[in-house]
């Protein structure tokens, strides 16, 4: 399961009874993203609440995408953004409070730490697979990477 159907909108129930209309708990889910983030909800919402939301839009649903929101880049840059958390030397727990604080989004701090977990392995993994490739730039590219998730 990826990390980003394990985030979730924090006062999930109020901001249901602001807008009144029910959607999804999880950030990123269909629903969710056509009711909250796109139109209708958003003039209902209290102005921080309101401008947080935007903020989420205007950093992850930006695409120029056909099927967007629906594409998979706002998953994708979500990823960015929590490795480049990572990378500033943020632990698990740190990224869930950030993640809160900027976009009122929450993750469990067991979920993010398996995913920071995942991400190391996969970059082992890919650079184990360069070097028997025989590609030395890439393999340094994942070594790199790898490291500055590690420090």
Do not use: W
């Not at 909250?36 to 839009?57: H, I, N, S």
């Not at 740190?94 to 701090?109: F, Q, R």
């Amino acid at each position: 399961m990826a990390i980003t159907d394990k985030i979730y909108v924090k006062n999930h129930r109020q901001l249901v009874s602001q807008i009144e209309r029910s959607f999804p708990k999880g950030a990123f889910s269909g629903a969710t993203m056509d009711i909250l983030y796109q139109g209708e909800g958003l003039e209902k919402l209290d102005e921080a609440t309101r401008d947080r939301v935007l903020d989420f839009a205007e950093d992850f649903l930006d695409c120029d995408c056909e099927a967007s929101p629906h594409c998979g880049c706002p998953e994708r840059k979500f990823v960015r953004y929590l490795l480049e958390l990572r990378e500033q030397g943020l632990g698990q727990q740190a990224i869930v409070d950030v993640m809160s604080d900027e976009y009122m989004l929450y993750a469990y701090p067991g979920d993010m730490l398996s995913f920071l977990d995942d991400s190391v392995r996969t970059l082992e993994a890919a650079e184990r697979l360069a070097e028997v490739d025989g590609d030395p730039a890439a393999a340094d590219r994942m070594r790199a990477l790898r490291e500055a998730l590690v420090r």
